[in-house]
């Protein structure tokens, strides 16, 4: 089974504070992304990466950063937290493009409050 | 500007009976689509999903249906459990979309009633 690892379940962070994400997948998946979703909203791509060290914006990525430095590891960072990034974060990962499609696997999410 | 379309935020429907969550498009490069389950406080799970060459896709109780002219696809889930009720996603990609994410709909909570 693919399993995609999140460090929290839960965090509550002051506002301006760095916080850090972290995601774990152990299928030697080559992408592997960054959702936020909201109540009404759906999730909505934040950050992607298609290989090591490589990274490219989603569809929201101000206030936020990403790493890459292993190819199993993905981490998001919120460099000043602010109170409107208070959400659910969703990390995914799936294999290569060159290859068939696959689905994307998702961790169980990180419930983030920043105060 | 939203490529993906779920415009029924919620559906009720009685255990036993047949749900349909509908799904509407924009983007004509998309090429792939997928649905997913999620259950409060936890990450979406895969369910089911079509290519654009296929028209159908059945996977026991789950059947994904695609009309490209239309650019509309539905989940049917038959018979319905409780077990169902939770929040669906639509989501879609275009060729080799894995690398670029995938677009999501803002979903449909699904509700199965005893």
């Known amino acids: 089974d693919v399993k995609v690892t999140q460090s929290s379940r839960y965090l509550v962070k002051r506002t301006g504070e760095k916080v850090f994400l972290e995601c774990v997948q152990d299928?030697?998946?080559?992408?592997m992304f960054w959702y936020r979703q909201d109540p009404g909203l759906g999730l909505r791509l934040i950050y992607f990466?298609?290989?090591?060290?490589?990274?490219e914006k989603g569809d929201i990525p101000e206030g936020y950063s990403v790493s890459r430095e292993k190819k199993e590891r993905f981490s998001l960072i919120l460099e000043s937290a602010s109170t409107n990034q208070t959400s659910m974060y969703l990390c995914?990962?799936?294999?290569?493009?060159?290859?068939?499609?696959?689905?994307?696997?998702f961790g169980q999410g990180t419930r983030l409050t920043v105060v | 500007d939203q490529q993906v379309k779920q415009n029924s935020p919620s559906l009720s429907v009685q255990e036993g009976r047949i749900s349909i969550l509908n799904c509407d498009y924009t983007?004509?490069?998309?090429?792939?689509f997928l649905w997913y389950k999620k259950y409060p406080a936890e990450g979406p799970t895969f369910l089911i999903s079509?290519?654009?060459?296929?028209d159908k896709n059945e996977d026991g109780r789950f059947t994904v249906f695609l009309n490209k002219s239309a650019k509309h696809l539905s989940l049917h889930i038959v018979p319905s459990q409780p077990g169902d009720s939770a929040v669906y996603f639509c989501?879609?990609?275009?060729?080799?979309?894995?690398?670029?994410?995938?677009?999501f709909g803002k979903g449909t909570h699904l509700i199965i009633q005893p």
């Open positions: 995914a990962s799936s294999l290569d493009r060159d290859r068939q499609f696959t689905e994307a696997f």
């Open positions: 299928m030697d998946h080559e992408n």
């Open positions: 990466s298609y290989d090591v060290k490589m990274k």
């Open positions: 983007n004509s490069m998309f090429d792939y």
């Open positions: 079509i290519s654009s060459i296929k």
């Open positions: 989501a879609a990609s275009d060729s080799g979309g894995g690398a670029d994410g995938l677009t």
